[in-house]
């Protein structure tokens, strides 16, 4: 089944960029065809991790109605002879950019909103994409709202933080259920004593389902090696064995069912 | 027989004026049992000028609903958007309908179809 999902967090840094970076990348070497978008217009990142800088056309170019998607996205597919492709499409880092993406008045996010949701008719049914995913701001950002409501499904990054779990618990009852989104919950950077064996990785996940009243669709352990990458390469490309891209592998096969 | 024909033609060109006419009653009727039944009171005071997402979000339930439906459509008759949410023609076009009075939508008639709009222009 053919889906749009959006990253989404409350807190910042929990892990959204990272996840649907490699979220994406598993779906590639399964040989989907998958469009990635930064739609974090406030704190680009993609841009940084798919090494592009000065670009012809940005996705802020697209919502601004300058140009049709096809100029925009890029592609980055690692070959690796399986069908699989991966598109991006980045938001433009420099500061201009920003400062004019933050001073947008409703009117211009309506409008963004309607750019949003032509993207299903153009890239899913007459483009042949299985998912396009969208990394967002954290927290009530209108690019983040406006990506929600364009979206199938939404993936929740949070961590065990307290602020962080009670963030999402309120995002859900008044944004998620009022526009009556599938949500998951993606637990990441859970230290890994809670995950030492199956029966404890088990009672963990039956605890955040009760907190969350959400399915959790991935427990995912802190790494030192994530974060020792730096987001200068996509992980689970680099390190097709490591523990963490078999819970992205996982995570994968979660959502397509999902 | 020719004159017979053209009174036949003229009849049904009224009936069809009737239907018409009793279909935009129909409709305006709607709206007023709408507003009605969810009181003025939810409809806000200063009406902002933008079908945001900020504006959905505000919106009771079964209005964003409505709302939402229309904004993936883009154009719409009622009865699309009744085949998207699963209600009733009847209470679709009466909640599109009291959208276009709160401002947030626009309609218009294309022969015998009223089609809902979010107006992204002006
Ligand atoms: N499972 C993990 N283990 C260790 N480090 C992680 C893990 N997931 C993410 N990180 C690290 O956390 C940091 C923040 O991640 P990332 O940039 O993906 O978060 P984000 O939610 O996109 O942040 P922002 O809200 O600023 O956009 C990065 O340094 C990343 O490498
Ligand atoms: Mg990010």
Redesign the interface.
Known sequence: MKKIIAVHSYKGGTGKTSLSTNLAATFVRNGKKVCLMDLDFRAPSLHAIFKKQNLDYWLNDYLNGVCEINKVLIDATNNNGNGGKLLVGLANPSTEAIRDMTAKD??W???A??RL?ALRSALLNDGNFDYIIFDTSPGLQ?SS??AI?AADIVLVVTSLDASDINGSQRMTS??YD???KKTGILINKVIVDYLKSKEEQKKFTKKMKDIHNLPILATIPCFCEVLRAAGNFIFTEERPDHPFTETLEDLAEKVEKF | MAAYRKIEGKSTQILEKIRENLEQLNEKIDVMIEIQKHGQRELPENL??????????SLP?HL??TA?TL??L?KATADEVSEQTKRARAVESGYLNQLVVMGYMKKEREGRKAYFY?D?ET
């Open positions: 409703r009117k996010e309506m409008k909103l309607g949701l209108y709202i406006n409501v008044e944004l009022l526009f009556e | 902002p000028e933008a079908l945001d997402v900020m504006t959905l979000l339930d964003r609903k939402v904004c993936k883009e979010v992204r």
